[in-house]
Structure formats: structure tokens, C-alpha cells
């Protein structure tokens, strides 16, 4: 699977666990889990910014998204 979105020409789309899928791992329910690397960059999804929601990446882009909003690779 992993080889067949990296040779992918069109448009790919990760919602939620997708996203987290789609890059090189991030945060969802307070655990990690490892994603196949896409794009170049970790991500929280549903990320809570008034509720204290912290995620860490040492020595890495990540990226938080919260609820409702979204982020465009190209």
C-alpha cells in the first residue's frame, strides 16, 4: 500500500487517522502512531488549543489541526 501512494500522481486526501496515515506519524486519543512518511511533517489531529492540548515533537515539524480546519500540501 505504502509503495502505491508514493508512486500516486493525483490528488490524495487524509482525514483524521488519514492524515496521521499520510504523514510521518502523529498524535490522535493521547497515543502515537507511526504514518508512512508522504509528506514531511508529523500532526495532532483534533487539536484542542483552548483545552491545554499539548503534542511535542523533538526535533521535528509538527503539525497541529484542530477540529473542523484542515491543511493543504502541494
Known amino acids: 500500500m505504502q509503495d502505491r501512494l508514493f508512486e500516486f500522481t493525483g490528488i490524495i486526501i487524509g482525514n483524521s487517522a488519514g492524515a496521521i496515515v499520510l504523514s510521518k506519524g502523529g498524535w490522535g486519543d493521547g497515543k502515537f502512531y507511526r ?34 480546519m484542515w491543511v493543504t500540501v502541494t
Not at 37 to 57: N, P
Open 35 to 68: 504514518g508512512f512518511g508522504l509528506v514531511d511533517f508529523y500532526v495532532s489531529v483534533h487539536y484542542k488549543l483552548d483545552a491545554g492540548h499539548v503534542a511535542e515533537t523533538k526535533d521535528a515539524i509538527n503539525i497541529n489541526i484542530p477540529e473542523n
